[in-house]
């Protein structure tokens, strides 16, 4: 949903929902104990649950030994259970599809939440909620890949014609280049299904080579392709640039990134991955992440230089997070290529793209805009950033022009 921008206040949920997960020791028994003194923790459960940081927050809050009311623990352990369930259940049906896929000849390949949990979680699913279950597949492979969904009873949630939808993808901002659809079916996983991370990735950065690299995982007993630690981590900066480094969206991909560098770390693969990064031009994002852990205690400082670039995407996570996200039509006017994809969109035909444009803001955040709407909360916004948070907007949207587009 919209919603203006915050005014900074003494008990800000989000800030302490942050410095309690990724800051030190130190930094996160402060933000707990504060928020015991304002008896804020059901705000802080709630944001939590809608964060899908619960068992992070859980086990965070076991090993600082924090205090809490009997009706606190209580209420984090039901949210828990409810978020496990759920968590497991997608996570095994979306398994069992993959499986199937290889067996009829598709090379398929899980990555975020579900690569996170075989790689950094020991196959927990406790420990790592997923809302679906993202893969990559070959563009070649598409039609194949979800004729044998269809057959499975799983089918494109946006309805009607998929050449329509999939110029869509391409002329939508909001996917930031990236091209994926959605299929789900009525007691099924719900599966985001991905054929190209940008229009112009360098070679290395495009799902045949992601492929090429990924390696065999025993999940619930069932062996399935999971991206590679280094893929992992670079695909986690992908998707924090997709969700503009807010929080809201992408505080699981910090949460991650802990745990890819720890991984990496173990492996000798650091000084590698970060190679991969910068041939692929993705560099910044992933030093960006590093960045936000390394204040709070909580991941040491990459041993590369960071960039101005990846200094103000750092910053932008802050501002987010003390005052919320940024509209996505603040962060499409910063971009002109955005700019020109709308425009390309309305004109290859205004109708069928705002359906689907409708459809999709519906999905996300439960309503519709009119353009007018739009247009004033963008006219509200636009002030209260000034030149510093503009600065850090257009930083985004270079790093998206960077590794997407080769420009």
């Known amino acids: 949903m919209y919603t203006d921008v915050q005014a900074p206040s003494a008990m800000n949920p989000r800030e302490h929902l942050i410095d309690i997960l990724i800051g030190s020791a130190e930094v996160a028994g402060a933000a707990s104990a504060r928020v015991s003194k304002k008896e804020a923790w059901p705000a802080i459960l709630d944001l939590a649950a809608t964060w899908s940081v619960i068992p992070n927050l859980r086990k965070r809050l076991t090993d600082l030994g924090t205090p809490l009311s009997s009706d606190v623990k209580k209420r984090l352990f039901c949210l828990f259970q409810d978020a496990f369930a759920s968590s497991t259940l997608q996570a095994r049906r979306g398994v069992s599809v993959c499986r199937k896929l290889e067996e009829k000849g598709f090379p398929v390949v899980v990555f975020k939440g579900l690569a996170s949990i075989a790689h950094l979680y020991q196959g927990n699913p406790s420990a790592r909620l997923i809302k679906d279950v993202d893969i990559l597949v070959r563009e070649e492979d598409l039609d194949g890949v979800l004729g044998v969904m269809e057959a499975l009873g799983l089918r494109p949630d946006h309805g009607g014609d998929f050449s329509g939808y999939a110029a869509f993808v391409r002329n939508s901002p909001g996917f930031a280049g990236n091209q994926a659809v959605s299929v789900t079916g009525e007691g099924l996983a719900e599966l985001d299904v991905h054929w190209s991370l940008g229009p112009k990735t360098a070679p290395e950065f495009r799902v045949e080579a992601i492929i090429g690299r990924s390696s065999w995982v025993n999940l619930f007993g069932t062996p399935i392709r999971v ?128 359906a689907h444009m409708e459809a999709l803001e519906i999905k996300l955040t439960g309503e519709p805009l009119s353009i007018r709407q739009r247009a004033a909360f963008l006219a509200r916004q636009l002030p209260r950033y000034g030149f510093q948070g503009w600065k850090m907007i257009r930083a985004l949207a270079k790093t998206k022009a960077a590794y997407q587009r080769g420009i």
């Not at 993705?282 to 204040?295: K, N, Q, S, T, Y």
């Open 227 to 354: 991206v590679s630690p280094s893929d992992g981590l670079l695909l986690s900066a992908h998707h924090a640039v997709r969700e503009n480094f807010a929080p809201d969206g992408m505080l699981r991909d910090v949460l991650d990134t802990f745990y890819w560098m720890r991984l990496l770390e173990q492996r000798g693969e650091v000084q590698e991955c970060l190679e991969r990064a910068r041939r692929c031009r993705i560099e910044d994002p992933i030093l960006a992440l590093v960045e936000i852990l390394a204040p709070k205690g909580a991941c040491p400082p990459a041993s590369e230089p960071v960039s101005r670039q990846a200094a103000a995407l750092a910053q932008l996570f802050w501002l987010q997070a003390r005052d919320g996200p940024i509209g996505k039509d603040l962060a499409y006017l910063a971009d002109p290529h955005s700019v020109r994809q709308i425009f390309r969109g309305a004109l290859s035909g205004w109708a069928e793209y705002a």
